[in-house]
């Protein structure tokens, strides 16, 4: 029975592989898809709730804080940035470990942060994370299940809504993103 389940696993790594491809594309075509008000605190709550059973499996405990911040955009683009984000926080979390999803004006900009107290990322590797199949660490990726793809897309939606990204990491400590959207 286990080949049949690493063949399962295999395939939906595959689909999950052609899904996130796909969406890259469609951020590259820079096609006018018409934005809207978006409130990023909704979507934080939508992406939490979904996510919500692959934290429990590793009792990550996820809290989100802030306001409501509106910012115009694409709705599907925001989504994937805080689920992308949010799933590699819990992914290279330690069992048992904290993720903060936190939406805040600053000076009328909008500042959305995922912190986690996982794994770190080495300072080497920080400005390379955002590219695509890169991978800070070979062994792990094969149990976490990550395509490689998820910072990537991450990069791409975030350029495309003129914000910009950053990251400060320590080995072991964890990892903060934070995003900031400038206001138009």
């Known amino acids: 029975g286990r080949f049949i389940g690493n063949i399962k696993t295999e395939a939906q790594r595959l689909v999950s592989l052609i899904n996130d ?3 890259l ?7 006018e898809i018409a934005t809207e008000p978006v409130d990023l605190l909704g979507i934080a709550n939508e992406v939490v709730e979904v996510l919500s059973v692959s934290a429990a499996k590793r009792q990550i ?6 306001d409501h911040c509106i910012i115009n955009g694409i709705r599907r683009y925001l989504y994937e940035i805080i689920y992308n984000l ?5 992914r290279y979390n330690k069992e048992g470990g904290k993720v903060n999803i936190s939406i805040k004006e600053d000076e009328g900009n909008t ?9 770190g990322i080495p300072p080497e590797h920080h400005s390379r994370i955002f ?8 062994s792990h990726s094969k149990q976490s299940g ?8 991450v990069k791409h939606a975030v350029q495309y809504h003129n914000g910009k990204i950053s990251v400060e990491s320590e080995l072991n400590k ?5 995003v900031t959207f400038y206001k138009k």
């Open 111 to 119: 500042v959305l942060t995922v912190s986690d107290t996982g794994i």
């Open 146 to 153: 990550g395509t490689g793809l998820g910072l990537s897309i």
């Open 21 to 23: 491809i796909t969406r």
């Open 131 to 138: 590219e695509r199949f890169y991978r800070v660490d070979k």
């Open 86 to 90: 949010c799933d590699n926080a819990i």
């Open 25 to 31: 594309s469609q951020l590259d075509e820079d096609a």
């Open 61 to 66: 405990e996820v809290s989100i804080d802030g």
């Open 174 to 178: 964890g990892t903060t993103v934070s």
